[in-house]
């Protein structure tokens, strides 16, 4: 590390189990200055497992765009920096992305480490189409903002990945429902790489349902997979059947005047539903 200013290293740490740091991490924190951390405490720990002791700068969302100019400020002064996250990729919603464009703006060397994230490892057992997807990390807390987010969302063809936390799993999965219907397939992968990790896939109501059946389902840190809006079917459907199917969504929700129709009719419910949402408004 021979070099007149110092070298921010971007560190991958672990989601869950220990043994997924890499060589190459350890090595850099051996040899760093400096250790920018989320959690001092939480992080801490990760490397007193490693027998790892190192001087711990606190970077987190309330402090950064502050702090960010100090930690360029040291490594323009020599300083070799390891940023770090609570757990995964540093910046994949979690702080760090101020440093790393104010360095980047520098002239400062950035030297990114690749290793555990928790949106790519659940994506890659979820058995949907990972060719073209979208991170949208976590949606908003406030219900009215989540509908509003997922609504925009709706159309959206490639993959969906979210992050979500255990007390609002239930609800966003309403919301999710209310907004791409509940006939997508999605996965719900919990507490990834650690003992209890499950990865649960179903369409979006029966996963739901399935979840609120037993509290302890909802429980952990949680990846969403959601397939992204299929191809519109080229379905010609009988005039009869989309004049019941506008008559009777004007008495009743959409969603159940289309399965009304679906079973009359002999159509796919979400397809009529799809119709309608494109049609009637």
Not at 109 to 115: A, F, I, S
Not at 259 to 268: F, S
């Given at each position: 590390m021979h070099n007149s200013s110092g070298i921010l290293y971007i560190v991958a740490t672990p989601i869950g189990n220990l043994q997924d740091i890499t060589r190459r991490a350890l090595d850099v924190f051996a040899q760093v200055d400096l250790i920018a951390a989320e959690d001092t405490r939480h992080s801490g720990l990760l490397?007193?497992?490693?027998?790892?002791?190192?001087?711990f700068f606190a970077l987190h969302d309330h402090n950064e765009q502050q702090k960010a100019a100090l930690l360029v400020e040291k490594l323009q002064q020599g300083v070799h920096?390891?940023?770090i996250s609570d757990a995964g990729?540093?910046?994949i919603s979690d702080p760090g992305f101020h440093v790393v464009r104010q360095c980047r703006l520098a002239g400062i060397?950035?030297?990114?480490?690749?290793?555990a994230c928790a949106a790519i490892t659940a994506l890659c057992a979820s058995g949907i189409a990972s060719d073209r997807f979208c991170f949208e990390g976590f949606l908003p807390a406030k219900s009215k903002a989540r509908r509003d987010k997922l609504q925009n969302l709706a159309e959206e063809p490639r993959t969906l990945i979210f992050y979500e936390s255990t007390h609002r799993i239930l609800e966003t999965l309403e919301d999710v429902e209310l907004a791409f219907g509940g006939e997508r397939y999605a996965v719900l992968a919990r507490e990834i790489t650690k003992t209890w990790e499950t990865i649960s896939g179903d369409i979006i109501s029966r996963l739901r349902q399935w979840l609120s059946e037993?509290?302890?389902?909802?429980k952990g840190e949680m990846v969403l997979i959601i397939e992204g809006k299929p191809k519109s079917e080229n379905i010609e459907?009988?005039?009869?059947?989309?004049?019941?199917l506008q008559l009777i969504s004007r008495e009743l929700p959409l969603k159940k005047a289309a399965?009304?129709?679906?079973?009359?009719?002999?159509?796919?419910k979400n397809a009529l539903y799809q119709y309608g949402l494109e049609n009637f408004g």
């Open positions: 490397l007193g497992h490693y027998g790892i002791k190192k001087p920096i390891a940023l990729t540093p910046l060397q950035v030297v990114p480490l690749p290793g037993d509290p302890n389902r909802t459907f009988d005039g009869q059947a989309l004049k019941a399965a009304i129709v679906a079973e009359l009719y002999g159509y796919k």
